[in-house]
């Protein structure tokens, strides 16, 4: 990060503002402001405070208490809980592991200009184009029994391969599904971010007689503290937030269990109970305590 | 006509005194009403449907509605999911006047919240065209009546006629559960699957559940299970779950990869040989073509226990709501009204010649196709009628617990007992209502 100079002590000369200046600007700041309370910080602290009661959403006067009873119900009377669970922190580890790194190392390829890194470019990109949702579409409309590559192998829809449907692999297909758009997702920012990295510093490390990896271990990778950091926030959320591609593909009674799809099934519907509201904090925390962890000891090391 | 009994949980003596009540109530009010001029103005219909055929009948509906009350109808449709999910909120906040919605538990749970109109007049008026068992799978907790039914259709054994024809067998003649397995045998020997099922949807398999214990352990059982009386844990309840073990060889391997339009398909690809579900989809068939439609043919599910036969069936029940918050709900509770008489509205979707069971007594079942004739056979030989699993019971039991429990032991059929055990506790669990 560039050193910032040191400034001569001189007094801070503050631009006044005039009285039209201060309703613009009070307008520009105070709405968005406005809107950002009242659209995500009041129902985020509603939902936090409506899963300890038992509502149905409908009448105000409704609302009961009910302390910890949701999550009691949820951790040892919902056993889909656990499978959801289970679903969740292995596609965390499948990003963490497998699709962040690919994409960091294609991002890192394409940055050398490899032969053909305009062409990987823009097709590793362009499912990010798509949103989730157009994604499960175009998967399901492959995979499904009637599909095009049941289709493809010849085989006769009671004999079709079981891709989303059979537990020994239905997971992974998802999985690779996500990490098709995962991967030119990470690949992008990643990307973004090396091209901002000084050139001196790779020639100067490769003078140095550093390998390749040599180099990007301890020169470029350090370098872009920035991006590692969004890149880590985004891996961490994206797997825990997955909901679209599993909802387009199962619909709401979701095959394969997940947070998302419980929150789903829990808060919509003649069935809502604010179990759905549980599952959301359950989610919450999930995704921000191994972040807030991650910045905290990034921070420190920061100050020292 | 039908003197059925509707799978309810409210004990009847209160509801009927509730109706006369209500009814001596009402009768006041609808003298003057008759004076009032009739309601007039635009109204929004909601659909619960995008399909081609169902709304072909809709549409017919609200035209024939618009040209005898001059009011203008604007048509809403929603996909039907996404239309179930969305209820709540859309009840209350700017819902359509009138919109289809399901008799059961699902439509007395939205009364109680104050979503639903009260449509006890109109039931005044047209009452004698429907029988008792439609009255009372119509009044909501409170001894009212908050829906008007369209049409039902029962769950029963599908098969192709040509199929059967060739092969050489007489589904009709199939009685019991022992027929029954000899006959799957026999069409798994001709390499056909013998017994189409798809739970991908998370309900499909309720039907056969459903099925399966009215018949082992009758229809009292079932609606005490499904109300919390019995445990799932009982006894009663491992046998239907040995019984549907023994299906499964005979089903399509990748029950938990289809949805029910996949099933469908492998009936109606000739690849299968029965496929259980309710008759609605016929009007699929028919899109496909009418030969299709005409080689349709149904019969009740086995007996499997002497002692019930064959007297209970799932028959659930479509119809019409006003809803409470909507624009207009005068002309939308004169809408219900032309809705559900035979002289406007049920002549008008009947004249479409998309087929349609109404629930209405004036329909003239010599108008009747074979296969409609065959569903009325199936009703007429069942004495009670339940709603369907996902209507009986609790919803926020039905989706969330009972359907990925189904599921899973599709994966793993052994896991029968555990199943059920997690089943009962998270019953146990539930909050109170």
Redesign the interface.
Same mark, same amino acid.
Do not use: I, M
């Given at each position: 990060m560039a050193t910032m100079t040191d400034r001569p002590k001189k007094s801070v000369r503050r631009r006044s503002f005039s009285g039209r200046d201060k309703v613009t600007l009070s307008f520009f700041i105070g709405i968005p402001t406005f809107l950002h309370l009242a659209l995500v910080w009041f129902p985020a602290f509603a939902t936090i405070l409506l899963s300890f009661t038992y509502w149905t959403g409908i009448r105000i006067e409704d609302i009961k208490w009910a302390g910890l009873d949701n999550y009691e119900n949820i951790f040892f009377n919902t056993p889909i809980f656990w499978d959801a669970l289970r679903v969740n922190v292995i596609w965390l580890f499948w990003f963490a592991l497998i699709a962040t790194p690919l994409g960091i190392l294609l991002a890192y390829q394409i940055d050398r200009e490899i032969r053909g890194h305009k062409f990987y470019q823009t097709a590793f990109y362009l499912p990010v184009v798509l949103s989730l949702a157009v994604i499960g579409v175009i998967w399901n409309f492959l995979l499904r029994p009637d599909g095009f590559v049941n289709g493809a192998l010849g085989l006769p829809i009671s004999e079709s391969v079981s891709f989303f449907g059979d537990d020994r692999y239905n997971i992974w297909v998802i999985l690779i599904i996500a990490s098709w758009r995962h991967i030119g997702y990470i690949m992008l920012l990643y990307l973004a971010g090396l091209k901002a990295v000084d050139m001196a510093l790779r020639e100067a490390a490769s003078i140095d007689g550093a390998t390749e990896w040599q180099t990007f271990r301890k020169v470029v990778f350090p370098a872009m503290k920035p991006v590692n950091i969004i890149v880590i926030v985004i891996t961490v959320v994206e797997s825990l937030r997955a909901f679209d591609l599993i909802y387009i593909i199962y619909g709401g009674s979701g095959g394969l269990p997940i947070l998302g799809v419980l929150v789903f099934q829990n808060i919509a519907g003649e069935g809502a109970s604010m179990k759905g509201a549980a599952y959301a904090v359950i989610l919450f925390l999930l995704s921000i305590v191994p972040i807030i962890a991650y910045l905290r000891q990034q921070f420190k090391e920061d100050v020292k | 006509m039908l003197n059925k009994i509707a799978g309810h949980q409210v004990d009847r003596r209160l509801l009927l005194k509730g109706a006369a009540a209500g009814g001596l109530g009402v009768a006041g009010a609808t003298m003057l009403a008759g004076c009032a001029p009739a309601a007039s103005g635009p109204m929004s219909f909601g659909a619960r449907t995008v399909d081609v055929s169902p709304t072909q009948q809709l549409e017919a509906l609200v035209a024939a509605y618009t040209a005898k009350s001059g009011n203008e109808v604007s048509y809403n449709a929603t996909e039907s @999911?996404a239309f179930?999910? @969305?209820?709540?909120q859309y009840l209350?906040g700017t819902p359509d006047d009138c919109f289809q919605w399901m008799a059961g538990f699902?439509m007395q !749970? !939205?009364a109680e919240?104050?979503?639903l109109e009260d449509v006890s007049d109109v039931w005044n008026d047209i009452g004698s065209q429907y029988s008792d068992s439609y009255k009372i799978a119509s009044t909501g907790l409170d001894g009212k009546q908050y829906f008007v039914p369209q049409s039902w259709y029962p769950w029963g054994l599908h098969f192709r006629k040509s199929m059967m024809a060739e092969i050489g067998m007489k589904p009709e003649d199939l009685y019991n559960w022992d027929d029954f397995m000899g006959a799957l045998a026999e069409l798994k020997g001709q390499g056909l /699957?013998p017994l189409?099922a798809a739970d991908? +949807?998370?309900?499909e398999a309720m039907g056969t559940f459903d099925i399966l214990n009215a018949r082992l352990n009758g229809y009292q059982f079932h609606v005490d299970l499904l109300a919390g009386r019995e445990k799932w844990t009982d006894d009663r309840v491992k046998e239907v779950f040995r019984h549907w073990e023994m299906l499964l060889p005979y089903q @399509?391997? @990748? /029950?938990?990869?289809?949805?029910w339009d996949?099933a469908m398909?492998?009936l109606l690809?000739k690849?299968?040989g029965f496929f259980l579900m309710g008759s609605w989809f016929g009007g699929n068939f028919k899109e496909q073509s009418d030969a299709d439609y005409e080689d349709l043919m149904i019969i009740p599910w086995p007996e499997m226990n002497p002692d019930h036969a064959r007297d209970t069936i799932d028959a659930p029940l479509d119809g019409f709501c006003v809803a409470s918050n909507g624009g207009n709900s005068a002309v939308g509770k004169d809408f219900i009204k032309f809705a559900g008489d035979m002289e406007g509205g049920v002549k008008a979707m009947l004249d479409t010649g998309v087929p349609m069971t109404s629930a209405n007594n004036g329909q003239d079942t010599s108008t009747y196709d074979a296969f409609q004739l065959a569903q009325l056979a199936v009703m007429d030989e069942a004495k009670y009628i339940t709603q369907f699993l996902d209507r009986d019971t609790? *919803? $926020? !039991?039905?989706? #969330?617990?009972i359907? #990925?429990a189904f599921? +899973?032991w599709f994966?793993d059929p052994s896991s029968a007992n555990s199943m059920l055990e997690?089943l009962q506790?998270?019953w $146990?669990?539930l *909050? #109170?209502l």
């Open positions: - | @999911n179930q999910n @969305n209820l709540s209350q699902r !749970f !939205f919240q104050g979503l /699957v189409a991908k +949807g998370g309900w @399509n391997t @990748n /029950v938990l990869d289809l949805e996949g398909q492998l690809q690849q299968a609790r *919803p $926020d !039991f039905a989706t #969330p617990a359907g #990925p599921q +899973g994966k997690s506790s998270q $146990d669990a *909050p #109170p």
